[in-house]
């Protein structure tokens, strides 16, 4: 069992400012980012949310910043220690991590530009 202690920006209702929450997650092995992400927001804040479509990194949809770097979050491997940051314009839509705003993935846009699904 591995004990990761993450440390998550959750935008406020003003979509202006963040908090900071820490969670403890007790995980088996090598995961990623977004596997913590996802546990966070299943099992201990429902206000975590966490996109999770393509999984491969090829939406671009889990970009998160990472201890102050740009990751995506489904090809980075969590860390013993991490501090997770939504990019600065999720924060201004209120939430930690892009929410899918279709069923069509044709039509999913990534910091402004059509993926056609990739």
Same mark, same amino acid.
């Given at each position: 069992? *591995?004990?990761?202690?993450? *440390? ?7 979509? *202006? ?11 088996? #092995? ?26 491969? #990194?090829?939406? #671009? ?6 201890? #102050? ?50």
């Amino acid at each position: 069992m *591995r004990i990761i202690h993450v *440390r998550c920006a959750i935008p406020t209702h003003s979509g *202006r400012e963040k908090e900071f929450r820490k969670f403890t997650v007790e995980m088996d #092995g090598d995961v990623s980012v977004l596997d913590v992400l996802d546990h966070i927001a299943l099992y201990l804040d429902t206000e975590i949310t966490c996109y999770s479509f393509c999984r491969q #990194g090829l939406c #671009g949809g889990c970009l998160v910043t990472l201890n #102050g770097k740009r990751v995506l979050a489904c090809k980075t491997l969590a860390l013993d220690e991490m501090t997770i940051d939504p990019i600065p314009t999720r924060l201004e839509e209120n939430r930690l991590v892009s929410s899918r705003q279709t069923d069509d993935p044709s039509e999913e846009k990534v910091n402004g530009q059509q993926t056609n699904g990739h």
